[in-house]
């Protein structure tokens, strides 16, 4: 009972936080939104490279897909955001199945930088069509009424929040069930993987399809939450920072996902007044991670284990605290 | 007639500038089987440093060469004994160095830009500016100058690697460092010469480049990228192969440039790229490994 009793007391606080998060005002609701898209980026990329081992440095292609198509139905089609939305995770996964039997072949290096290049070509591409995409003035994405409401940021952080839990619930029962185990032998060797009956491509193209469309979707709610996207939105840099919450968080976990997410979308803001060191900071923070490769989710298991080991030493045997800390730092 | 030679001697001369840091690539990932994402800001670092000794201070040419190839130097070792070598002893995989690597790139260029204020350096020609004119085609010197840089670099490594014992020695690192070690070589040494070679290369070449595209903080990135796609394109391990890739790279990139924008250039490269990917993945010269 006594190991249960702080993370439920941890639980509620966080899910009364959650639901009162836009009384905090406009800014505190739009942080929230870009947390709420960064979380389910990182749950997606976690599942093709935390999960399955593939590296993913195309996320920010598909996530302009997912962008670009949402505001495009709404804008050229006259698409209703209840169908653009859902059409705009179809894009991706379009796209992802399109692409998929080119970039699914290659290995590490060379999946490295074939999902790269699919990336960049995404977003020249988006630069020189000014004729569909507005080019590098961007395109406004319509504000959308349901019975004569316009439907605002509130609603949009409610959206949002309601994704993240179900990505998270989704992403909870894959990692936990075979299909998760599958990818994780996979991720552990792949021969090995296959050897034991696994059929290593189509789990492959599984973990790659479902990163895509949670990409896709948080596209498509960046682009409705935001109501301009322009390219520089899903640039050259952006790509290497799109999987920094993944990175942050510690590739694998899913509770990582949503530290990092937290913690690489509010680090800018917090920076803001020193844009200049934005880049140094990024630097040190990824090559820092490195030797602490389980990222900042198990450093922060890892502290709160201990200190939470030595309070309840200290609080329930008070003569033995010395010996017990003694055997712990053996 | 002329405009083509001309696009395609720019596209050739950028294309050995992408060949270059493919072939530092392949130095590096022969001894270590590492992707060193930070070598691009070793050329940024070269241009940078030739843009303040030889623009700013007015230090002459083969001085300012001989600085930068100690800076140089003095980077690597530090970049290697602080990153490499430590995560190399924690036996970190692959991804974890890439990514690392990655970081430090983001390092050095965050800090290049702060004191550099991210502007737009102006390094002045070595050669004044006189032009080249050959039958009505007129070319630069600092265009040649990259070409003959780079072919001059690829020759005395493929000698080096092919005929020398330290050479030899280099490639068996990245083979097997245990039986390496058995053998007599120290691994450790091999790594630092590895990363020696490619910072020397790497800083010479932005020397070289500087005069021609004026050197900035951020432009470590897109160049790496660029050199990556030389080196998948010719074959990973190969080092004349990293540098015809480059070539290939950059001619198309130039053509398209002249004939369509420069985006449809990015385009292009990239789209050829993944091609070239979904149909020979070892590259053009590369074996299946």
């Not at chain 1, 552990?188 to 973990?207: F, H, P, Q, S």
């Not at chain 2, 990015?266 to 074996?287: C, D, Y």
Request: contains cysteine; hydrophobic residues 55%; aromatic residues 12%.
């Amino acid at each position: 009972m006594r190991s249960t009793k702080p993370t439920t007391i941890l639980i509620i606080v966080l899910l009364v936080v959650v639901a009162t998060l836009p009384l905090f005002g406009k800014y505190v609701t739009y942080l929230s939104h870009l947390i709420g898209i960064a979380i389910i980026l990182a749950l997606g990329i976690n599942i093709f490279w935390g999960l399955c081992g593939q590296i993913q440095f195309g996320a920010a292609g598909f996530y302009a897909v997912g962008a670009y198509a949402c505001a495009l139905l709404q804008a050229k089609l006259g698409w209703h955001v209840a169908y653009a939305l859902p059409a705009a995770v179809l894009a991706s996964l379009l796209i992802g199945l399109v692409t998929a039997p080119a970039l699914l072949r290659l290995k590490i290096h060379t999946l490295a930088l074939g999902t790269m290049a699919f990336a960049l070509v995404v977003y020249y591409w988006l630069e020189t069509t000014a004729s569909v995409t507005g080019g590098e003035e961007g395109l406004r994405v319509l504000a959308a009424y349901v019975s004569g409401y316009r439907l605002g940021p509130v609603f949009y952080y409610y959206l949002i929040t309601l994704f993240v839990i179900l990505g998270f619930i989704v992403a909870e029962r894959f990692k936990r069930c075979k299909i998760g185990r599958a990818w994780m032998a996979i991720r552990e060797d792949e021969g090995c993987a296959a050897v034991m009956g696994i059929n290593v491509g189509r789990y492959k193209l599984l973990a790659f399809l479902i990163c895509c469309g949670y990409l896709g979707l948080g596209g498509a709610l960046f682009a409705q939450q935001s109501g301009w996207i322009t390219p520089m939105s899903f640039g050259i840099f952006y790509n290497v920072t799109i999987i920094f919450p993944v990175i942050v968080g510690g590739l694998g976990s899913n509770w990582g996902c949503i530290l990092g997410g937290v913690v690489m979308t509010l680090l800018p803001q917090v920076l803001s007044g020193m844009q200049q060191y934005q880049v140094l900071v990024y630097g040190f923070l990824l090559a820092g991670l490195m030797f602490a490769p389980k990222g900042l989710a198990s450093l922060l298991e890892e502290g709160t284990r201990k200190l939470w080991r030595t309070f309840s030493v200290v609080a329930h045997t008070g003569d033995k605290t010395e010996d017990r800390q003694h055997c712990g730092e053996n | 007639m002329a405009e083509i030679v001309e696009t395609i001697v720019i596209g050739i001369s950028i294309g050995c500038l992408y060949g270059l840091i493919g072939l530092c690539f392949t130095v590096i990932y022969n001894a270590t089987d590492v992707i060193n994402f930070a070598q691009g800001e070793f050329l940024m670092l070269g241009a940078v440093w030739s843009w303040l000794l030889a623009t700013v201070l007015g230090i002459s040419l083969w001085i300012a060469a001989l600085i930068i190839v100690g800076l140089s130097l003095i980077a690597a070792v530090v970049f290697e004994r602080i990153v490499i070598t430590p995560l190399m002893n924690m036996n970190a995989g692959f991804i974890r160095i890439a990514i690392c690597t990655m970081g430090i790139s983001m390092i050095i260029s965050g800090a290049t830009g702060v004191l550099t204020k991210f502007d737009w350096l102006r390094a002045d020609p070595f050669f004044g500016i006189t032009v080249w004119g050959v039958g009505g085609v007129s070319i630069q010197p600092q265009y040649v100058m990259v070409v003959v840089e780079t072919l001059i670099f690829l020759g005395i490594y493929y000698f080096f690697s092919k005929s020398t014992i330290y050479g030899i020695a280099l490639r068996a690192t990245g083979f097997n460092k245990t039986t390496v070690r058995l053998l007599g070589v120290a691994p450790a040494a091999m790594v630092f010469l590895a990363f020696g070679i490619a910072a020397v290369m790497s800083g010479l070449g932005g020397m070289a480049m500087a005069p021609v595209t004026n050197p900035n903080a951020m432009m470590g990135l897109p160049l790496v990228i660029k050199g990556f796609v030389a080196a998948i394109v010719g074959g990973l391990g190969n080092p004349y192969a990293a540098v015809v890739g480059g070539i290939f790279v950059g001619v198309l990139a130039s053509l398209v440039t002249a004939y369509l924008s420069s985006a449809y250039a990015e385009i292009a490269v990239f789209a050829v790229l993944i091609g070239f990917l979904a149909i020979r993945p070892s590259g053009l010269f590369g074996e299946a490994k």
